[in-house]
């Protein structure tokens, strides 16, 4: 844990084969992270842009594209649970997550069949499958949780989705009948840069609707306390340049919680002397929140449903990126 007393863990939003064979151990060397995750965008960036995979790319020949990204994504992941097991091993996280082909988000067998061949290929019990939150995603969780899989449930913006999740898990370790740790992962800055601009012009505090959303579904997830299942709070690197690097790991400290941010953002949060319990928020405190972005004409269940389409897209986007490229 980065902070015991709290049960906060802090996890690296990054994965990279010269950055798993160097920063990374360090980071973890130094008590800074105790985990990590990925998703289709990070692998793009990596996969794309850095020398380190050329030769491998290059023993690939003859594959299909989808097997070439997963022969480099899975020798990653493997790698960084590897590096990450002497945690694991002591309880202390040291989990890395992979995502399944986000293409198969309404797909709930082929997801279930994708997330299983996954984790029986890498063959690390510090992996956890990434699931994406859709009416799919939530049967999948529930099989995947069943059959003794750790399960990181990605792309929450809401309450409903949060609590169908939780409910998955809860089903799916009950069938299992063991010990798993799951997480849920609630998406906090894209609701901030949704929303800023037009708050500002009405008048009201900017760069707090995704901290009190993400509060809320907290509250929730911690009044359901399904066993071994946490907030993991996500997408907190800022985009404000008047905001603090490390704000949102900041405003959304909380016990039983996980963060994953940029490598900047950690550093930034590292670096801080502040380090104080943020949640929970009352419930009143954030209910008049969003009635005063209510009242500015705001419908914030549409901004949610544009947020949970729009994530898909951009991952779907990536994926095809990847794809194309290989």
Known sequence: MYIEDLKFSLWADFIERDYLDNEFQDLIHKKIINGATSNPSIFKNAILN???????????????????????????????????????????????SIEVDPFLCDDAKATIAEGKRLFETINRKNVMIKVPATLSGYEAMEELTASGIPVNATLIFSKEQAIACAK??????????????????????????????????????????????SADIYNKIQAMDVQGCRALFASTGVKD??????????????????????????????????????????????????????????????????????????????????????
């Open 50 to 96: 850095s020398p380190a995979y050329k030769e491998q790319l290059l023993s690939l020949n003859g594959l299909t594209p989808k097997e070439k990204y997963e022969a480099v994504a899975i020798y990653d992941i493997s790698k960084a649970a590897d590096i990450l097991k002497p945690l694991y091993d002591a309880g202390d996280d040291g989990y890395v």
């Open 168 to 213: 998955a898990f809860e089903s799916g370790i009950r069938k299992y009948g063991g010990k798993l740790d799951t997480v849920i992962s609630i998406f906090v800055s894209r609701i901030d840069r949704a929303l800023d601009a037009k708050l500002s012009e009405n008048g009201v505090e900017i760069s707090l609707a995704g901290i009190y959303n």
């Open 241 to 326: 340049d008047s905001l603090p690097p490390d704000y949102y790991i900041q405003k959304l400290l909380a016990y039983n919680s996980v963060n994953t941010a940029p490598i900047d953002t950690i550093k930034a949060f590292h670096d801080s002397t502040a380090k104080n319990k943020a949640l929970p928020i009352s419930d009143e405190v954030i209910q008049e929140h969003f009635l005063r972005i209510k009242k500015v004409g705001i419908d914030f269940d549409e901004v949610v449903a544009k947020q949970i389409s729009d994530g898909l897209d951009a991952f779907k986007d990536a994926f095809k990126d990847i794809l194309e490229s290989l």
